[in-house]
Nanobody, 125 residues
Framework: QVQLVESRGGLVQAGGSLTLSCEAS????????MGWFRQAPGKEREFVTA????????SYAGSVNGRFYISRDDAKNTVVLQMNSLKPEDTAVYYC??????????????????WGQGTQVTVSS
């Protein structure tokens, strides 16, 4: 059973940067596709970014493309989300997720098997 723990989010001013990390335990991260999703109040959970196993593919939502960057360090069982040029509309609870190998596509939350508890990111204007 893989367990995912996100680092603490925080409050940042618009235009600022914030880095989130996700550490996995109970499994070897290298074989999993890893994703970040977010959910704002009153909205559905949405895809932010994902990175396939062995870093073959990265994918970004259009709203964050060019501002966010996902990376993974399989030796440390960690995935990192670097968020730059943050906007108030990036305010949400951010979730790390892991998807078992063999699934086509890395953007759908329904295909992810393991989830972190979520961490709040608030961007003030």
């Amino acid at each position: 059973q893989v367990q995912l723990v996100e680092s603490r989010g925080g409050l940042v001013q618009a235009g600022g940067s914030l880095t989130l990390s996700c550490e996995a335990s109970g499994g070897t991260l290298s074989s999993y596709d890893m994703g970040w999703f977010r959910q704002a109040p009153g909205k559905e959970r949405e895809f932010v970014t994902a990175i396939s196993s062995r870093t073959i593919t990265r994918s970004y939502a259009g709203s964050v493309n060019g501002r966010f960057y996902i990376s993974r360090d399989d030796a440390k069982n960690t995935v990192v989300l670097q968020m730059n040029s943050l906007k108030p509309e990036d305010t949400a609870v951010y979730y790390c997720a892991a998807q078992k190998p063999g699934v086509t596509g890395i953007r759908r939350s329904s295909t992810y098997d393991y989830w972190g508890q979520g961490t709040q990111v608030t961007v003030s204007s």
